[in-house]
């Protein structure tokens, strides 16, 4: 299961951090991952970050590169999206996104519920 927390209603130019808490077989996961959706629109990539054999990989949107950050904690069952400046065209629900691995090789996804971001011009 995952629990997104954090959203809320800011001005252009100010910060949100949003949560996400993984419970269950957190031993297994490959990824963690935001994705948003804004009104009249599909579901868009955000950021993730991988866990690989090296070390965690982040990838960020263009649209988010250098305002916002992904990190996950030590404990590694909870992730973070630092937004920073956030503008009107952040707005959205975002979504939490986990990837978990089995034995096998296969991944399986699972997504929060959701928390709105408002950002007010």
């Known amino acids: 299961q995952l629990a997104e927390s954090g959203g809320g209603l800011v001005q252009t130019g100010e910060s949100l951090r949003l949560s996400c808490v993984a419970s269950?077989?957190?031993?297994?996961?490959?990824?963690m991952g935001w994705y948003r959706q804004a009104p009249g629109k599909q579901r868009e990539f955000v950021a993730t970050?991988?866990?690989?054999?090296?070390?965690?990989?982040?990838i960020y949107a263009d649209s988010v590169k250098g305002r916002f950050t992904i990190s996950r904690d030590d404990g590694r069952n909870t992730a973070y999206l630092e937004m920073n400046n956030l503008k009107p065209e952040d707005t959205a629900v975002y979504y939490c996104?986990?990837?978990?691995?089995?034995?096998?090789?296969?991944?399986?996804?699972?997504w929060g519920q959701g928390t709105q971001v408002t950002v007010s011009s």
């Open positions: 269950g077989s957190t031993s297994s996961i490959n990824a």
């Open positions: 970050i991988n866990t690989l054999a090296s070390g965690d990989r982040t």
């Open positions: 996104k986990t990837v978990l691995g089995d034995p096998w090789g296969n991944e399986y996804d699972y």
